[in-house]
């Protein structure tokens, strides 16, 4: 096992991507996604070493708009009064980006990696972005895991409405006000979290803290969120997956319900569903064995189909 995470920066899609790489350069590729306005370390090191223990390469990376990758400042920050006056009047507002191109940064990352194919997993938005590389490059992708994530299907119930408040609602600066920022985290954090496994506020704080040590992107939440409002349903996609696929979704998720998780699962043939009693949108440490074991359970899936052609 290697001591500590091989970090670099590379050219992938016409932007820079920070990236950190575990384990045996030649071994089968587990690439991890990360989710909405949160950088690659969410993906804490005890989890991608629980991944690399049985025998993967683990890459995770910040995506564009997070971390230490380019940054999409020059497009200001998202008017959400606008965005949604654009959705209703049936318009397509202008985006910085969409959540194809981001699908196009993960590709180009494996690309500039020389990985031909990998294990995809991602959680949330970065669900959604391992669904749409698994559904339009299907010949790069071995199995994909989605996490606590959704299809974009309208019909399904909404995210309960204090937690939505408290995603939307403006963090201090944490410059300014160190402590209101970290207090503003940790109480979303808890809102999100599930009801069986430990709250680690401590852990929190360290986390949100070591994200800005890292590098904030002003506007980079608003930005990929409004790429995610406006990614539409995926369900028809989704129909053309055909790498093993496995679901996991928390009962007391309270930003994407149960129902999205088992809505995502039906609409891509032969997923497996995983749904975890008393997880919410987040991922406890308690947890990880579990997940990485399921992982683990879909990447030979793929072991075992591409033998039986």
């Known amino acids: 096992m290697s001591p500590e995470p091989r970090s670099a920066h590379l050219a992938a899609s016409g932007i820079t991507l920070a990236y950190d790489s575990f384990g045996d350069e030649a ?11 949160t950088q690659m370390i969410r993906w804490t090191n005890p989890f991608c070493r629980e991944l690399e223990t049985r025998g993967y390469r683990v ?4 995506n564009r708009d997070t971390g230490r990758s380019t940054h999409f400042t ?20 202008e985006l910085a980006y969409a959540l194809d191109d981001m699908a ?9 990696l020389s990985i031909r194919r990998a294990h995809i997993v991602g959680r949330s938005m970065g669900g959604m972005i391992a669904q749409i590389m698994a559904s339009e490059h299907p010949s790069r992708v071995l199995s ?35 402590a209101g920022f970290l207090d503003h985290g940790v109480a979303f954090a808890r809102c999100i979290a599930g009801t069986a496994h430990p709250f680690d506020e401590e852990a929190c704080r360290a986390l949100l803290w070591e ?13 990929q969120l409004a790429a995610m409002v406006v990614a539409g349903d995926r369900r028809l996609r989704l129909a053309a997956i055909t790498a093993p696929t496995l679901v996991v979704h928390g009962t007391d998720d309270p930003l994407f319900p149960a129902a999205c998780g088992e809505d995502t699962a039906a609409s891509i043939p032969g997923a497996e569903i995983m749904l975890i009693a008393g ?3 987040d991922l406890p440490p308690s947890l990880y064995r579990v997940i990485a074991d399921a992982i683990e359970r879909t990447a030979r899936r793929s072991t075992i189909s591409a033998s039986g052609r």
């Open 104 to 112: 196009s940064d993960a590709l180009g990352l494996l690309d500039a």
């Open 279 to 281: 997880m919410g949108h």
């Open 27 to 37: 071994a089968e590729t587990i690439l991890l996604i990360a989710g909405l306005g």
């Open 74 to 93: 020059e497009h200001g920050a998202m008017d959400f009064a606008t965005l949604a006056s654009a959705l209703a009047e049936g318009r397509r507002p």
């Open 59 to 62: 890459v995770r990376f910040d």
């Open 211 to 223: 994200e800005v040590r890292r590098g904030r992107a002003p506007g980079g939440f608003g930005r």
């Open 144 to 178: 994909v895991t989605s996490i606590m994530s959704a299809t974009g299907n309208p019909g399904m119930p909404s995210a309960k409405p204090d937690a939505m408040t408290m995603m939307m609602r403006p963090a201090p600066d944490p410059v300014l006000d160190k």
